[in-house]
T-cell receptor, first 110, second 112 residues
Framework: QQPVQSPQAVILREGEDAVINCSSSKALYSVHWYRQKHGEAPVFLMILLKGGEQKGHDKISASFNEKKQQSSLYLTASQLSYSGTYFCGTEGGMDDKIIFGKGTRLHILP | GAGVSQSPRYKVTKRGQDVALRCDPISGHVSLYWYRQALGQGPEFLTYFNYEAQQDKSGLPNDRFSAERPEGSISTLTIQRTEQRDSAMYRC??????????FGPGTRLTVL
């Protein structure tokens, strides 16, 4: 079951904040966040694990609500370099495959 | 250090031909994953390996698709009797156990 991301696209001015949401219809073990720029490979941002352990990325934070099977990615004081497509990927168990959402396209204007 | 590499970067083939796509993971990475990514979409899981063992192949679309990783390092994704609908970007990724995945640059496959 593919996770659902919202919004599908966001346009911001540099310095504004953004929140990207990811929700799943099944219980989750972990949520992974990646950013992909046009023509490039996805790049890891963050993993959020069941139980609260979190690995982070400078200036970007995230939350994981296990009960609601939801995660949110927070980008504060956005920079031009934040532009790209953000994907969440969900795992149902420790050794499970990652299922990626359709992505959220973020465009930062100067 | 070197990242994940894939070859060829671009492959154009005629319908009905077989193709082999190669992935060279980061040295020491136990897990290797294959994905297919359509334009504007997220990576779609195909299969993954821990060492040489194929752990999950539930994402392979049909029996024309197969993958191997015989020595626990380099992996090959083979598509037999290619069809136009197989055209896509094929990406592999590697990781340490339960850690972030590092994606390769992908192979852009076009089936004419």
């Amino acid at each position: 079951q593919q996770p659902v991301q919202s919004p599908q696209a966001v346009i911001l001015r540099e310095g504004e904040d953004a929140v990207i949401n990811c929700s799943s219809s099944k219980a989750l073990y972990s949520v992974h966040w990646y950013r992909q720029k046009h023509g490039e490979a996805p790049v890891f941002l963050m993993i959020l694990l069941k139980g609260g352990e979190q690995k982070g990325h400078d200036k970007i934070s995230a939350s994981f609500n296990e009960k609601k099977q939801q995660s949110s990615l927070y980008l504060t004081a956005s920079q031009l370099s934040y532009s790209g497509t953000y994907f969440c990927g969900t795992e149902g168990g420790m050794d499970d495959k990652i299922i990626f959402g359709k992505g959220t396209r973020l465009h930062i204007l100067p | 250090g070197a990242g994940v590499s894939q070859s060829p970067r671009y492959k154009v083939t005629k319908r009905g031909q077989d193709v082999a796509l190669r992935c060279d993971p980061i040295s020491g990475h136990v897990s290797l994953y294959w994905y297919r990514q359509a334009l504007g979409q997220g990576p779609e899981f195909l299969t993954y390996f821990n060492y040489e063992a194929q752990q999950d192949k539930s994402g392979l679309p049909n029996d024309r698709f197969s993958a191997e990783r015989p020595e626990g390092s380099i992996s090959t994704l083979t598509i037999q009797r290619t069809e136009q609908r197989d055209s896509a970007m094929y990406r592999c990724a590697s990781s340490l156990p339960y850690n972030e995945q590092f994606f390769g640059p992908g192979t852009r496959l076009t089936v004419l």
